[in-house]
């Protein structure tokens, strides 16, 4: 069945770097969008990034944009994100989700998360 | 950025009575939304795409409906397995870009 694992959260200080990973099993990875989702606490859901089947095409949340990006690895079935300057706010347990479709639809399945924690 | 408010904040029913969510949007998004459930230590499981076109795998007793503005997920006789929190997403019309409802649990 289809699975995704996220991994490569932790503690980091402010301003530092991190980079999520998420590793995609049973389905044809290079056919099909992929999103990252954090949950905050307190906050909800909030929609990070998407990439298309191809990672032709990125979209970004306009709050986010130009700190984080998405990217992918079709050969490796892998989904990353690098995080750059990352704040307190920025605490929260992020999400690798497929796409239903080639880029920006909806998302289903969606993996357990990986925490990441920002603290100094 | 284009709000959406879930409402009932929670909902207490019993298996086997009606329920029904609610998801307002603060603008108009077509027929832009979907639901998801989560149960503890899970990611989100999604239900109803395209406001009322249920996701492969998913019990008849769930159906969607709306559009514009305001849109109503419809639980038609609950099941035990069917307590847990039900967020709803738009997908703007103009770019790919979501945002998610703050959720509405429902109990027992």
């Known amino acids: 069945q289809v699975q995704l694992v996220e991994s490569g959260g932790g503690v980091v200080q402010p301003g530092r770097s991190l980079r999520l990973s998420c590793t995609a099993s049973?389905?044809?990875?290079?056919?099909?969008?992929m999103h990252w989702v954090r949950r905050v606490p307190g906050k909800g859901l909030e929609w990070v990034a998407g990439i298309s089947f191809d990672g032709g095409e990125t979209y970004y949340a306009d709050s986010l944009k130009g700190r984080f990006t998405i990217s992918r690895d079709n050969s490796k079935n892998t989904l990353f994100l690098q995080m750059n300057s990352l704040r307190l706010e920025d605490t929260a347990l992020y999400h690798c989700?497929?796409?239903?479709?080639?880029?920006?639809?909806?998302?289903?399945?969606w993996g357990q998360g990986s925490l990441v924690t920002v603290s100094s | 950025e284009i709000v959406l408010t879930q409402s009932p904040a929670t909902l207490s029913l019993s298996p086997g009575e009606r329920a029904t969510l609610s998801c307002r949007a603060s603008q108009s998004i077509s027929g832009y939304l979907a639901w998801y459930q989560q149960k503890p230590g899970q990611g989100p499981r999604l239900l109803i795409y395209?406001?009322?076109t249920r996701a492969p795998g998913i019990p008849a007793r769930f159906s969607g409906g709306g559009s514009e503005t305001d849109f109503t997920l419809t639980i038609s006789s609950l099941e035990p397995e069917d307590f847990a929190i039900y967020y709803c997403?738009?997908?703007?019309?103009?770019?790919?870009?979501?945002?998610f409802g703050q959720g509405t649990k429902l109990e027992i």
């Open positions: 989700a497929k796409d239903i479709g080639t880029t920006a639809r909806w998302f289903d399945p």
């Open positions: 049973g389905f044809t990875f290079s056919n099909y969008g």
């Open positions: 997403q738009q997908r703007s019309i103009w770019r790919p870009a979501y945002t």
């Open positions: 395209d406001a009322s």
